[in-house]
């Protein structure tokens, strides 16, 4: 999976999917939880034609094996089915083992994907067309559920835009810079609010905390200094031709500031080479004073620095990206997070239960919280973390649910959230992206790479950069 997911919850060998059965059936069985937390199953007449409901996916689950495997079982619980996890760590390149799996016609119910790999299954016929089934759902077809917004968002997705292929797994949110405000409070430093700023953001920190001022995973994460110059990620379409924008003249003094860092020592130089994961570790063990990321992760950094050895200060909160000279700024909204429906699904019923279940408060709960018993427990209505839910972040595939009647029930635990949230909400969009993206991406990020190490100049890479999109069709113009 492309590197806007999050992380890979479970650690499974890829393809290992394991059939996981169901805890509970109306009226002739019962669910208890054993000392290790695991769901147990008191079955009296359970049923042996029961369905099994089977999921590709890469980031909702357990951290464990055994976590996996009470997921499933919670999922199979509600839906009165077997549940069968294939579960593919981000590692393992999920988008293509998905299309291997379904290119060699496997049996799949409900798939994990995202935006430019969801355009390419619609693209393909591989994936159905849950419009009708959704504007008939009680809970999908619920603006409060999912926001209407976000399905305009699905159907970018969708051949000529029409028709709605997936479901959203969770609020997607944006990518913007997270810095250590300790460090600004600590040496009196203001908000930056254009490319020079941040710059002698990055100096003071390099000279007063012995850190690099930024670190990036490629150009995953360059928007906010592209918003610099009013650049967009992803395509632009202008009168039906679509351009780049990264792949611009325009984008040249965003990739010379970026060399600048890297030749001045204030960006981290494994950047190339960087996982979203090791960004993380590294803003958390103050190797660098920011990253860019996802505005959910704000106070999953602060919840996370308490257990992980951060200095007692460490205080992570979101900025607004770099503003261009009319005063504007660009954050995008990620590659929506999705669950679709395989064309030759056989449990298709079933499939889109699950897609309305997860968009529920119980689904919301396990997705977020985790299993009762394992991550939390819950008293006269009081829920409570355990230690491995502590560990674990609230995160097991929907960290923030889409849903506006979502309250998470730790408040205490969304420290910075909200101002993470505005910025995306003020200065959000979604990027145009097509079944093309996933390979154009790659050529602009090698360029850009190039540029920002210097081994061409900013001018040369965006030439060479545009001349292979144009070569391979990836743009028009």
């Known amino acids: 999976m492309k590197k806007s997911q999050l992380i890979a919850l479970v650690s499974t060998p890829a393809l290992?999917?394991?059939?996981?059965?169901?805890?509970?059936?109306?009226?002739?069985?019962?669910?208890?939880t054993n000392s290790a937390g695991a769901a147990e199953?008191?079955?009296?007449?359970?049923?042996?034609?029961?369905?099994?409901?089977t999921i590709a996916e890469g980031v909702i689950g357990g951290k464990?094996?055994?976590?996996?495997?009470?997921?499933?079982?919670?999922?199979?619980?509600?839906?009165?089915?077997?549940?069968?996890?294939?579960?593919?760590?981000?590692t393992d390149n999920?988008?293509?083992?998905?299309?291997?799996?379904?290119?060699?016609?496997?049996?799949?119910?409900?798939?994990?994907?995202?935006?430019s790999t969801l355009a390419e299954l619609a693209q393909k016929g591989e994936v159905t067309n849950l419009q009708s089934e959704i504007e008939k759902s009680k809970v999908l077809g619920n603006p409060k559920v999912v926001p209407q917004?976000?399905?305009?968002?699905?159907?970018?997705?969708?051949?000529?835009?029409?028709?709605?292929?997936?479901?959203?797994?969770?609020?997607?949110?944006?990518?913007?810079?997270?810095?250590?405000?300790?460090?600004?409070?600590?040496?009196?430093l203001s908000q930056p609010k254009t490319l020079n700023q941040y710059y002698n953001v990055f100096e003071e920190f390099k000279k007063k905390e012995n850190a690099y001022g930024l670190t990036l995973s490629s150009l995953y994460d360059i928007e906010p200094f592209m918003s610099a110059v009013g650049l967009k990620n992803g395509y632009v379409e202008h009168n039906g031709k679509l351009t780049i924008p990264y792949a611009t003249n325009a984008a040249v003094p965003v990739y010379a500031w970026l060399h600048k860092l890297y030749a001045n020592g204030l960006l981290d130089p494994n950047f190339v080479t960087n996982s979203t994961a090791d960004e993380r570790n590294e803003f958390l063990s103050g190797r660098v004073g920011m990253f860019v990321y996802w505005d959910a992760w704000v106070p999953m950094l602060n919840n996370l620095a308490s257990t992980q050895g951060a200095a007692a200060s460490f205080d992570a909160e979101a900025l607004p990206p770099a503003l261009g000279p009319n005063g504007k700024g660009l954050v995008s909204k990620g590659d929506t997070s999705v669950f679709a429906i395989p064309s030759n699904a056989p449990n298709k019923a079933l499939a889109f239960k699950f897609l309305e279940w997860w968009?529920?408060?119980?689904?919301?709960?396990?997705?977020?919280?985790?299993?009762?018993?394992?991550?939390?427990?819950?008293?006269?209505?009081?829920?409570?973390?355990t230690s491995t839910g502590i560990d674990e972040n609230m995160d097991h595939g929907d960290p923030e649910p889409i849903s506006s009647e979502w309250k998470n029930p730790f408040p205490s635990l969304q420290k910075g959230y909200a101002n993470a949230r505005a910025i995306g909400i003020k200065y959000g969009y979604q990027?145009?992206?097509n079944a093309n993206w996933n390979n154009a991406e790659q050529i602009v990020w090698q360029y850009g790479d190039d540029a920002i190490l210097g081994r061409l100049t900013p001018q040369q890479a965006v030439e060479e950069m545009h001349a292979a999109l144009l070569k391979d069709k990836y743009i028009s113009q």
């Not at 290992?16 to 208890?32: E, W």
């Not at 199953?41 to 409901?53: D, M, R």
């Not at 119980?362 to 009762?372: C, F, H, N």
């Open 431 to 433: 990027p145009l992206i």
């Open 359 to 385: 968009n529920t408060k119980p689904g919301e709960i396990l997705g977020s919280l985790g299993v009762k018993g394992i991550d939390y427990t819950v008293s006269n209505g009081k829920y409570k973390l």
């Open 94 to 115: 999920y988008d293509q083992q998905l299309m291997t799996m379904l290119g060699a016609g496997q049996k799949i119910d409900v798939v994990y994907t995202e935006g």
């Open 16 to 32: 290992a999917g394991l059939i996981l059965g169901c805890a509970t059936v109306p009226h002739n069985v019962s669910a208890s």
């Open 41 to 53: 199953v008191n079955v009296k007449s359970a049923a042996a034609t029961e369905p099994t409901l």
């Open 149 to 188: 917004w976000e399905w305009n968002n699905i159907k970018l997705s969708s051949p000529n835009g029409k028709g709605i292929y997936a479901v959203p797994v969770k609020y997607q949110g944006a990518l913007m810079p997270i810095v250590r405000q300790d460090w600004m409070k600590q040496l009196g």
């Open 64 to 90: 464990t094996p055994q976590e996996n495997q009470a997921f499933a079982n919670a999922i199979g619980a509600a839906l009165h089915c077997k549940v069968k996890l294939i579960s593919v760590p981000s």
